[in-house]
């Protein structure tokens, strides 16, 4: 198994809701990803679990908030968001968080209304 | 700091041919470099990745060559197919503490039957 799986594949949120976008993967990586891409370029570094530690955050606002429960799972709980918050949300995970290959989800459409 | 430039922005062939996307960088003290494909509205897709010790790498029709001294990296592409068509992106691994992702802006590639 290869795969990075995200749910929901689309959102639409209301300003004063809060969900929750889901990350699993069953490779055995131990370094997880959150990206936020906004259209026509490239993705942006949010944070980043290693071991199942938050070891990167990258200034993301606290309506942000990521959660890693296990190895396997990572993830984003979002509050109180702004429409420039309308974004493809990809998850990422690699075997240690070294030198290595990167393997993307699917990525989670999110729109903020 | 380290930028990472992508020619030429957008790339119409006919299929069949061969064809050669550029990625340029300004700072040859990297870790690696990577080439991810992403179709439109999906995640990304790591194609090759070359470590900063080797000079090219090759999966199928797919060839990536790395010259650090010059800053610069071809992802050559063989008998062009409908299929190809996306968005290719390089993105280059810094080297030191932070080695974090630095991206291109991607070339968008469509291959006409």
């Known amino acids: 198994d290869t795969e990075v799986t995200q749910t929901p594949k689309h959102l639409v949120m209301g300003m004063t809701n809060k969900k929750s976008l889901k990350c699993e993967q069953h490779?055995?990586?131990?370094?997880m990803y959150w990206y936020k891409q906004k259209a026509k370029k490239p993705p942006e570094l949010m944070f980043v679990?290693?071991?199942?530690?938050?070891?990167i955050n990258e200034s993301v606002p606290s309506r942000f908030s990521p959660e890693c429960p296990n190895s396997s799972l990572l993830n984003l709980h979002l509050h109180a968001l702004q429409p420039e918050d309308s974004a493809l949300y990809l998850c990422?995970?690699?075997?240690?968080?070294?030198?290595?290959?990167?393997?993307f989800g699917s990525g989670t459409q999110l729109s903020v209304l | 700091k380290q930028e990472v430039t992508q020619i030429p922005a957008a790339l119409s062939v006919p299929e069949g041919e061969n064809l050669v996307l550029n990625c340029s960088f300004t700072?040859?003290?990297?870790?690696?470099l990577q080439w991810f494909r992403q179709d439109p509205g999906k995640g990304l897709t790591s194609l090759l990745l070359?470590?900063?010790s080797q000079r090219e790498q090759t999966s199928g029709r797919l060839n990536a060559s790395l010259d650090k001294s010059s800053g610069r990296s071809t992802l050559y592409i063989a008998a062009s197919q409908p299929g190809d068509s996306a968005t290719y992106l390089c993105?280059?691994?810094?080297?030191?503490?932070?080695?974090?992702?630095?991206w291109g802006l991607g070339t968008s590639l469509a291959v006409n039957p």
């Open positions: 990422a995970s690699s075997r240690t968080g070294g030198d290595e290959k990167l393997f």
């Open positions: 490779m055995g990586h131990r370094a």
């Open positions: 679990y290693s071991y199942e530690k938050l070891s």
């Open positions: 700072d040859s003290a990297i870790y690696n």
């Open positions: 070359i470590q900063s």
């Open positions: 993105a280059v691994k810094e080297a030191g503490n932070n080695r974090k992702l630095i």
